[in-house]
């Protein structure tokens, strides 16, 4: 038996790919953050994990977290993509 595609159900098949491997990029990300979780010591190296291996790993081009300091009451910026983290664990 014969399978005629026409032209339109290729576009649409093309986009419903292009869709899924876009969802599974995104879930081999949190996965890997996920299991990169298991291995960390402290909430500073939770936020940069987020950071290079979420933020980063999903195009984004910039991301500041923050975290409250509850004595304060104060937002402090702890981890950063992009512009203002242009080296290492630095952030401008």
């Not at 159900?9 to 996920?34: G, N, V």
């Not at 950071?51 to 923050?66: H, I, K, N």
Request: with cysteine.
């Amino acid at each position: 038996m014969e399978t005629i595609v026409r032209h339109g159900d290729y576009d649409s098949l093309k986009e419903k790919y292009e869709i899924l491997q876009s969802r599974e990029r995104y879930l081999e990300i949190i996965s890997s953050f996920s299991l990169s979780l298991m291995h960390l010591n402290s909430i500073e190296d939770v936020v940069w994990i987020i950071t290079r291996e979420v933020v980063a790993r999903m195009g984004f081009e910039d991301c500041v977290v923050y975290l409250l300091d509850k004595e304060e009451g104060v937002l402090i910026q702890k981890a950063a993509h992009g512009p203002k983290n242009p080296y290492q664990l630095k952030i401008k």
